[in-house]
């Protein structure tokens, strides 16, 4: 009996000639296949390829090359100024011709990263629902989960790697968005291709609707979401339990990210699922490595040690959760004691500093602060904790803008001479000081990062490049290398390690800054992706047998052979 393999999608396969080179063989011609998005390639089709597909006649007589389309977009991009406008442009132009705005993303990423990603996307978000136009990825709501296998069969693609799944109940700083959290998951996998060189055609974004507690929203006759309030306990588990097991049966190669959750449900989806699909949480972990490869850096810039560092962090959410537990290992792996660091590393929520006297979520208690080690403080509030810890570190992640005012660097300027001020919060308007403020205040000594991009601030003579700390310096390298090393899970020793390539990357390439340029995003996720594969043999969590024993300059080819690269491969019908 002869077994037969299923093609890549429903609409194509790709497969190599006798020379070893790709090509794509179509299961559907003619009209039909110019509207699928990563077969159609406008009037880059030879006449060849026109003749044997059914589309002589079908196109403009001219034939392209995929650099003269990328060019031409590019610039009709430059004219539209809005960048609502632009983000919709390119999203439109992902939905017709998928090849070409990989291009167009590939060939202008810093350019373009704050458009499909961080900040604008979180506009995307909010009018979702105004600015849809073609239907993309997974959507499971409470009046289809009971179908969810179904509707996992109906995804025209056969061999998914990587999901990224949003609940949307916590969007960058703006909250809980209902159905218009797919934008998020959508630019996500955007950035796993264009920097993590996973395939478009194995990347799935999902929608997991669950309602909103959102009145406005459930109100509004534009909103496409379902109109009721959000599920909560048993019966939201019970949901997610239905989109893990109808996942794990269609894609059991399958990576999760989960993004974008509330801090308790993202703690509790994240622990409930861990082991049971490959997964984690890019605001909780994502986060927390990429501000610890800066804050890294940023220690060797001033000639010291994370050791050395007293830390504040200013939000106790699950990035802020999830930074001290990235802070707290880099400290455990240079030698400190839990006791010594939890004398190091001060986490405030909105209430002040977390004390292990206070009532607090289950998640918090180990950010806690002993209670005793507090004892004559003058207060617990933000210039009481820099004060009084001698704070040489200040990392925000609460969302709450001019939290970091003149005082507060001040503050921290009275304890080293030149303080890690890192205002990190997405989007902009959430940031907690802007840059060039905090530059102003400091007379240019404080060593400054944040999350949106930032221009470079002209103080005194002098120009001082603001790195960004965007997580898509490790979500793709992570995820990439966890494809690539077929894990059983994603440890929590894989993430850290993804932190310390992405500190080894920058000091290699730009000593003198805490972030790499985001023009390198590609670059770095390599090195990270290499890393995460060795860590993750070396948890004896990688099913991947042709990677072992294999060195690192092999494993960064392996990683460089298999990143995806927007090219139109020629078709062959058979």
Same mark, same amino acid.
């Given at each position: 009996?002869?077994?037969?393999?299923?093609?890549?999608?429903?609409?194509?396969? #790709?497969?190599?000639?006798?020379?070893?080179?790709?090509?794509?063989?179509?299961?559907?011609?003619?009209?039909?296949?110019?509207?699928?998005?990563?077969?159609?390639?406008?009037?880059?089709?030879?006449?060849? $390829? @026109?003749?044997?597909?059914?589309?002589? /006649?079908?196109?403009?007589?001219?034939?392209?090359?995929? $650099?003269?389309?990328?060019? @031409?977009?590019?610039?009709?991009?430059?004219?539209?100024?809005?960048?609502?406008?632009?983000?919709?442009?390119?999203?439109?132009?992902?939905?017709?011709? $998928? #090849?070409?705005?990989?291009?167009?993303?590939?060939?202008?990423?810093?350019?373009?990263?704050?458009?499909?990603?961080?900040?604008? #996307? /979180?506009?995307?978000?909010?009018?979702?629902?105004?600015?849809? @136009?073609?239907?993309?990825?997974?959507?499971?709501?409470?009046?289809?989960? +009971?179908?969810?296998?179904?509707?996992?069969?109906?995804?025209?693609?056969?061999?998914?790697?990587?999901?990224?799944?949003?609940?949307?109940?916590?969007?960058?700083?703006?909250?809980?968005?209902?159905?218009?959290?797919?934008?998020?998951?959508?630019?996500?996998?955007?950035?796993?291709?264009?920097?993590?060189? #996973?395939?478009?055609?194995?990347?799935?974004?999902?929608?997991?609707?669950?309602?909103?507690?959102?009145?406005?929203?459930?109100?509004?006759?534009?909103?496409?979401?379902?109109?009721?309030?959000?599920?909560?306990?048993? $019966?939201?588990?019970?949901?997610? +339990?239905?989109?893990?097991?109808?996942?794990?049966?269609?894609?059991?190669?399958?990576?999760?990210?989960?993004?974008?959750f509330s801090k308790d449900t993202a703690f509790m989806v994240l622990n409930r699922y861990r082991k049971v699909v490959p997964s984690f949480n890019d605001d909780i972990q994502g986060t927390g490595a990429v501000v610890l490869a800066g804050v890294l850096n940023a220690c060797r810039l001033k000639g010291e040690t994370l050791a050395e560092q007293r830390v504040v962090i200013s939000g106790a959410g699950a990035g802020g959760a999830g930074v001290a537990a990235a802070i707290r290992e880099g400290m455990k792996r240079e030698g400190l004691t839990p006791e010594q660091i939890s004398e190091r590393v001060f986490v405030l929520d909105s209430r002040g500093l977390l004390t292990d006297d206070r009532q607090m979520e289950e998640y918090k208690k180990s950010l806690a602060t002993p209670k005793a080690f507090t004892e004559g403080w003058a207060g617990t509030g933000l210039l009481d904790v820099i004060r009084e810890g001698k704070a040489t570190v200040l990392l925000g992640l609460s969302g709450v803008p001019d939290t970091f005012d003149e005082e507060v660097v001040r503050a921290a300027m009275a304890n080293t001479p030149r303080p890690l001020i890192f205002p990190l919060s997405n989007p902009t308007a959430n940031c907690e000081a802007l840059p060039e403020d905090v530059l102003r205040w400091s007379d240019g000594a404080a060593l400054v990062a944040t999350g949106s991009p930032f221009d470079p601030v002209e103080l005194n003579g002098e120009t001082y490049p603001i790195g960004q700390g965007n997580n898509a310096f490790i979500f793709p390298g992570l995820g990439f290398g966890a494809i690539l090393a077929r894990v059983r899970e994603i440890t929590d020793e894989m993430v850290t390690e993804s932190a310390y390539a992405l500190a080894a990357y920058t000091q290699r390439h730009h000593p003198g800054r805490t972030f790499p340029p985001v023009s390198e995003l590609g670059a770095a996720s390599l090195e990270v992706a290499v890393a995460v594969i060795k860590q993750a043999l070396k948890d004896g969590v990688a099913t991947e047998f042709s990677i072992r024993g294999l060195s690192d300059d092999e494993l960064l080819k392996v990683v460089k052979d298999k990143f995806w690269q927007p090219k139109y491969l020629p078709f062959k019908v058979e």
């Open positions: 009996m002869t077994q037969t393999t299923q093609p890549l999608t429903d609409h194509y396969d #790709v497969k190599r000639d006798s020379d070893g080179h790709r090509y794509l063989h179509p299961l559907v011609t003619g009209f039909n296949l110019t509207r699928i998005p990563l077969l159609n390639k406008g009037t880059a089709f030879t006449e060849d $390829e @026109r003749q044997k597909l059914n589309l002589d /006649g079908l196109l403009a007589p001219q034939v392209d090359t995929l $650099e003269v389309l990328a060019e @031409r977009l590019y610039a009709d991009y430059v004219k539209v100024k809005d960048p609502l406008e632009r983000h919709v442009f390119l999203r439109n132009l992902q939905d017709r011709n $998928e #090849v070409l705005f990989y291009a167009l993303l590939a060939g202008h990423v810093e350019e373009m990263l704050p458009i499909v990603y961080t900040p604008t #996307v /979180g506009l995307a978000v909010q009018k979702f629902s105004q600015i849809y @136009r073609y239907a993309r990825g997974l959507t499971l709501s409470t009046s289809n989960i +009971d179908r969810a296998k179904q509707a996992l069969a109906n995804v025209p693609l056969n061999d998914v790697r990587i999901i990224v799944a949003t609940d949307s109940s916590a969007i960058l700083g703006i909250g809980d968005q209902g159905f218009g959290g797919m934008a998020i998951s959508i630019g996500k996998l955007s950035l796993y291709t264009v920097a993590g060189g #996973v395939g478009p055609d194995k990347t799935l974004p999902v929608e997991l609707d669950v309602g909103t507690g959102r009145a406005d929203l459930r109100e509004d006759p534009s909103y496409l979401g379902v109109k009721h309030d959000r599920l909560k306990g048993e $019966e939201y588990l019970r949901f997610v +339990d239905r989109f893990v097991e109808a996942t794990l049966e269609r894609f059991p190669k399958a990576i999760i990210q989960w993004e974008d």
